[in-house]
Structure formats: structure tokens, C-alpha cells
DNA sequence: TGCCAGGCCCTCTTTAGGGCCTT
């Protein structure tokens, strides 16, 4: 698929990048490589473009991974090679923030593949996992599908797919933002507050809200 | 041959251990 169109949106606060990877494991500091990324550029809550590509690991993929993903080996032999795909990638995501489900991991494949191009990652990464672990303790646990269901987001019923993992992310970014500004009356959250959110003892979340709310109440007001 | 990550977060904790989450 790779981008519907080549994207020129402005980086602004309005816009946040949320991508996914398939990769052949758990650590790229162990010698594992992407074999998937998706994602889509979110603008004010809607999704307005898409990226996707397989890609050749330069590795064999391990049946658990096969399983996993639904990825083969034959499906990537003739898949363009990784260097290839991220240099179009840095293109789709520019300087824009960036989002993942787990974002620890997504980031550390992001930056181990743009360190082998010379590539500089601009934006910054917010985590839908450690703020859905602080907005929605209650869910039975917080892996994406999971939180899906939970919050009856729109899914096509695929997992583990690179651009599906991405939109079903973007959705539940979007709940998120939607949640936290309706619960604590805040008309629109930065994506900074978001990371600091994130980072933010979990035990204290709930009264930091609280607090920001107040502190910005100029804001507070929808029309 | 067998094993391999790492940050977050809770608790039977802090001089630690184990589950969660990502593939």
C-alpha cells in the first residue's frame, strides 16, 4: 500500500502519526529486524492517510511469528528491503509526534532501523498503553484487542496486522483524548501533557488531572 | 544445547520478585 498519497500535511498540535510493527522479535538488540509497519496520520481525531508495507528482513521469520502475524517467509522474500521501506516511512511521518500501543517497543525497532539509514527521528512518542493502564483501570486488561472490545472501538476483526494494529491504536487514541477531556472538563489535551500523563505515577494520575484541569480552566469551557 | 528484552507497576517491597505488554 505504502502512502495513499505522498504526505505534505503541516506538522502541527493537531496532527499525531500512530504506527505499528511486525517484527521477527522482541528486541532489535538481539539481532531482530521489522517485517511490517503500518500506520496512519491522524489529524484532529480523524484519519486522514495511511501507510503500509511489508518488508524483507534480511532473516528467516520463526514459525511462532508465522503464526503470530500470519506473515511468512514467502510473503517478505519478495518484499523490499528494510532501508528501503523506513526511508519512505520517514517521509510519511516527518517531523510529526508519533503513537503506539507500547510504545517502548515500536520506538526502540523505529530508532534501531533509522540509526542503520542515518535517518533522525523528530517527533516525540506518547504511549496509548500507559495512559489506558490510568484512564481505563477498570478494563480486564490493557492489550490492544482487549481495550477494543472494551471501549466497542471499530475494528475489522484483523489483529496482529501491521495497519490494522495501527488504526485500531489511532481509535483508541482518539477515545482517550475524548475521555479524558470530557471527564475532567478540559477542551482540548497537548499531546505533551499526553507524554506527561504517561509518565506520571499511576496511583497519582487521577488528582494530576484533576489539578491540570484547574490550572487551565481558561480552556475549560467547550462552545 | 539452551537461552536471550526492557520498562512499568504492584506487593507478601525498597538490599526483590514477578506479572503485564509489545513481536
Same mark, same amino acid.
Given at each position: 500500500?505504502?502512502?495513499?498519497?505522498?504526505n505534505?500535511?503541516?506538522?502541527?498540535?493537531?496532527?499525531?502519526?500512530?504506527?505499528?510493527?511486525?517484527?521477527?522479535?522482541?528486541?532489535?538488540?538481539?539481532g531482530?529486524?521489522?517485517?511490517?509497519?503500518?500506520?496512519?496520520?491522524?489529524?484532529?481525531?480523524?484519519?486522514?492517510?495511511r501507510?503500509?508495507?511489508?518488508?524483507?528482513?534480511?532473516?528467516?521469520?520463526?514459525?511462532?511469528?508465522?503464526?503470530?502475524?500470519?506473515i511468512?517467509?514467502?510473503?517478505? /522474500?519478495?518484499?523490499?528491503?528494510?532501508?528501503?521501506?523506513? #526511508?519512505?516511512?520517514?517521509?510519511?511521518?516527518? *517531523? @510529526?509526534?508519533? &503513537? !503506539?500501543?507500547?510504545?517502548?517497543?515500536?520506538?526502540?525497532?523505529?530508532?534501531?532501523e533509522?540509526?542503520?539509514?542515518?535517518c533522525?527521528?523528530?517527533?516525540?512518542?506518547?504511549?496509548?498503553?500507559?495512559?489506558?493502564r490510568?484512564?481505563?483501570?477498570?478494563?480486564?486488561?490493557?492489550?490492544?484487542?482487549?481495550?477494543?472490545?472494551?471501549? /466497542?472501538?471499530?475494528?475489522?476483526?484483523?489483529?496482529?496486522? #501491521?495497519?490494522?494494529?495501527?488504526?485500531?491504536? *489511532? @481509535?483508541?487514541? &482518539? !477515545?482517550?483524548?475524548?475521555?479524558?477531556?470530557?471527564?475532567?472538563?478540559?477542551?482540548?489535551?497537548?499531546f505533551?501533557?499526553?507524554?506527561?500523563?504517561?509518565?506520571?505515577?499511576?496511583?497519582?494520575?487521577?488528582?494530576?488531572?484533576?489539578?491540570?484541569?484547574?490550572?487551565?480552566?481558561?480552556?475549560?469551557a467547550?462552545?
Open positions: 500500500m505504502k502512502g495513499e498519497k505522498k505534505t500535511r503541516p506538522v502541527s498540535a493537531d496532527t499525531v502519526v500512530v504506527l505499528d510493527f511486525e517484527t521477527t522479535g522482541l528486541s532489535p538488540d538481539l531482530e529486524r521489522p517485517i511490517e509497519v503500518g500506520a496512519v496520520l491522524l489529524e484532529a481525531g480523524r484519519i486522514i492517510d501507510f503500509q508495507s511489508l518488508m524483507n528482513p534480511g532473516k528467516r521469520i520463526n514459525s511462532f511469528i508465522e503464526g503470530y502475524t500470519g511468512s517467509n514467502a510473503m517478505v /522474500r519478495k518484499a523490499p528491503p528494510c532501508a528501503e521501506v523506513m #526511508a519512505e516511512f520517514a517521509q510519511f511521518i516527518q *517531523a @510529526h509526534n508519533l &503513537v !503506539a500501543h507500547n510504545a517502548s517497543f515500536d520506538q526502540k525497532f523505529l530508532d534501531a533509522f540509526g542503520r539509514i542515518n533522525q527521528r523528530q517527533g516525540d512518542f506518547a504511549c496509548s498503553m500507559l495512559i489506558s490510568r484512564i481505563y483501570p477498570d478494563a480486564p486488561n490493557h492489550q490492544l484487542g482487549t481495550l477494543v472490545g472494551y471501549k /466497542r472501538l471499530k475494528s475489522d476483526g484483523i489483529f496482529h496486522r #501491521a495497519l490494522a494494529d495501527a488504526e485500531m491504536a *489511532a @481509535h483508541l487514541w &482518539v !477515545a482517550l483524548l475524548g475521555d479524558i477531556e470530557n471527564r475532567y472538563r478540559i477542551s482540548r489535551i497537548p505533551p501533557v499526553m507524554r506527561k500523563l504517561a509518565r506520571t505515577p499511576k496511583a497519582s494520575a487521577d488528582p494530576w488531572l484533576w489539578q491540570y484541569s484547574r490550572s487551565h480552566a481558561d480552556v475549560k467547550k462552545p
